[in-house]
């Protein structure tokens, strides 16, 4: 006989300054970055990164994604099963060396942290999310190839292989740790620099700062 695993809440480092709590933000948000940490506790706490959408609105709705059956994860999936997603935005590190005065060099980022009870989907409702998911991610390409466009004899081998899960949410957090309480000689030093670096990440970090702190 198993015995129940112990749940525990795990709590974001939430800093009044940095905190979002705008339902449209972490709604938006999530929309934006849809590539999660999924954590919840097994014999030890367990990690996978999957994408996740949402459904509904920002008052009220719900996430949902699958795993694999061989993922380690899959024999702790189970109706009520507590989780954690994580979404990770755009993060990267601030030098001392960008401000006008020596100061201490940071790390920016945004993040949310979602607190869920799992329920376990159905057939139809594993295969109607997998359609969703890959309409949301082939749109944008050049020729895209939907699910209907996969062979059924394809499909009737895998679904079999994966589990798909709502995940009702119970609380939910977000930070955005942007430089707030600089003058704007130093955001306009960072964020000339993060845009000097060339890489897409940073470019990302540095419109967000800007978005934070109204620049032009």
């Not at 300054?17 to 590539?35: A, G, N, S, T, V």
């Not at 009220?60 to 999936?77: G, T």
């Not at 390409?141 to 994966?162: G, S, V």
Request: aromatic share 10%; hydrophobic share 35%.
């Amino acid at each position: 006989m198993e015995m129940p695993i112990p749940q525990k809440k795990l709590n974001m480092y939430q800093p009044k300054k940095y905190k979002k709590d705008d339902p449209e933000f972490l709604f938006k948000f999530i929309q934006q970055h849809p590539f999660a940490t999924f954590i919840l506790n097994g014999e030890k706490i367990l990690a996978t990164h999957i994408p996740v959408l949402t459904k509904g609105t920002a008052k009220d709705f719900l996430l949902f994604s699958h795993i694999a059956n061989h993922n380690e994860q899959f024999k702790y999936l189970k109706d009520d099963t507590e989780a954690l997603l994580i979404f990770q935005g755009a993060h990267g590190y601030i030098s001392s060396s960008w401000y006008k005065e020596k100061d201490i060099s940071t790390w920016d980022y945004s993040a949310v942290h979602v607190n869920v009870k799992l329920k376990i989907q159905s057939r139809q409702e594993l295969e109607d999310s997998l359609k969703e998911l890959v309409a949301t991610f082939e749109k944008p390409q050049e020729n895209p190839l939907y699910y209907k466009d996969i062979p059924k004899k394809m499909l009737d081998e895998h679904l079999p292989l994966i589990t798909g899960f709502w995940c009702k949410v119970e609380e939910i957090k977000g930070i955005a740790k942007l430089h707030q309480g600089y003058d704007k000689e130093d955001i306009d030093s960072v964020t000339a620099h993060l845009e000097k670096q060339q890489n897409n990440l940073n470019s990302a970090l540095s419109e967000n700062i800007k978005k934070e702190h109204k620049c032009k």
